[in-house]
């Protein structure tokens, strides 16, 4: 693993301090870190910046902590504070241990998964050492496995709380560290502060107990009856004839899928092979996220020569499912709303009962096919710590090819139970002589048309993204597209329904828009979506070009507003 470029920053998850720091302080911290680092790799790495006298690198790395927040801790892999590292992570473990002692969970199981990212195996081990070491009881995961797994794990064992050590779909450089409670869900406030300060209290690192044995290592058990558990999404006697493509983003997902489809009955998946083995380097992709350009090429390469009825992704830590169809000339890749939207569809034709819910970042279509479907729906903030809380909940998802289809089973996303659904329902499409695409065009002349797109602008700097912000605070637009603005909400307020955050909402005649900053990586985020009726399926192409057209226009209108 070489050297790591400094210019990458996760999104903002640091107590920055002024960087005014003396040259003699900077490294009298260096060297006070480098004294208890228990890694031989990042104390070589350390140890050569501070004989090279590196200052800019070693203020990268020494002014500030990564802060540990509701999506836990994610950043770039090295030493120091700012990074992450065994010795970030053992105070991490010693603040989660002490925060559940505090609440009386004194003996209870922690549960640990990691994926196979750079150094996962290595915090997922330190932390049940710290677990062992404070009196809790510590089982780990036999092998990198899906994320969806340890949130089964938590319940399915009744744990008082999971770690699962992944940096999702991130660039290879980066590793994290989320965290769950016992009821299998991400934390959310006041949690997230909680356990923050117990962090903050760890002092030396040899004063938090690490013995060398005394946690399980789990076997398949678990990873068992997580696939027994995936039945739950289907129908008895459901077709199961869609043939697919599949590709694991040389993640984890592969051995878990396969085994989740030949249960199901499914045709095996015909493997991407150059992206089916876990790599932590990602040799083959820029970004291992489904949703970047140049990712799926090797998937598509394969369809082209196999012919299937859909192409299935999971990113790395296979929570995430990404789907595509053949379309036109050639293969498209659905967004994470038409999923969304179809999945929820074969739902409700299922007579699925219980709450539907999503982020406001996701389309307003959901909002449509459950009052159709006379069903409860709620709206909550972005990220599945939320959607996982709601009340009732029978179905969530969020554009970011998140979906949560058996809540029971996982409650979080799901890129495994995902993807036997679609596949389902393709095949039951398929039995019809029908495809996804006709399903989605029935969805639009039903609920009118749905168009949605994202700016996301990807920064090295991330004042960029808080100038943006500002500048839309303090000069917000009137209009986008000629659309007149009726409603701009600045969410840091929060609103009846959903507690404060960092975002805009602008709601438009026909159109909304809300930007916000990433939660995970150093990006501004640009969700738009336009409303068109469609009163027939003639009408449809007239009504997507109309919708492409307002969506590219909102998007330069907003850029420029934003100064981006």
Known sequence: MGPHPTTHRTAPQNHNERHDVHDDELIARAKAWLAEDPDAETREELAKLIDAQDLPELTARFTGTLQFGTAGLRGELGAGPMRMNRSVVVRAAAGLAAYLKAKGRTDGLVVIGYDARHKSADFAQDTAAVMTGAGLRAAVLPRPLPTPVLAFAIRHLGAVAGVEVTASHNPPRDNGYKVYLGDGSQIVPPADAEIAAEIDAVRALADVPRPTTGWETLDDTVLNAYLARTDAVLTPGSPRTARTVYTAMHGVGLETLLAAFARAGFPAPEPVAEQADPDPDFPTVAFPNPEEPGAMDLA?????????????????????????????????????????ALLATHLVRHGARGTFAESIVSSSLLGRIAEKAGLPYEETLTGFKWIARVDGLRYGYEEALGYCVDPEGVRDKDGITAALAITELASELKAEGRTLLDLLDDIAVEHGLHATDQLSVRVEDL???????????????????????????????????????????YTLDGARVIVRPSGTEPKLKCYLEVVLP???????????????????????DLSAAAGI
């Open 300 to 340: 598509f390469a394969k369809a082209r020569e196999t012919n299937p009825d859909l192409i299935i992704a999971n990113d790395p830590d296979a929570d995430r499912c990404a789907v595509a169809v053949p379309g036109g000339d050639g293969w498209r890749m659905l967004r994470g709303d038409e999923v969304g």
């Open 463 to 505: 004042s960029v993204i808080a100038n943006a912000m500002r500048r839309l605070r303090e000069r917000p637009p009137t209009g986008l597209a000629g659309l007149p603005i009726t409603k701009a909400e600045d969410l840091t307020r929060g609103t009846e329904t959903l507690p404060p955050t960092d975002g805009l909402r």
């Open 534 to 556: 469609v009163p027939t399926h003639a009408d449809l192409p007239a009504a997507r070009a109309k919708a492409t057209d307002l969506l590219e226009t909102i998007k330069r």
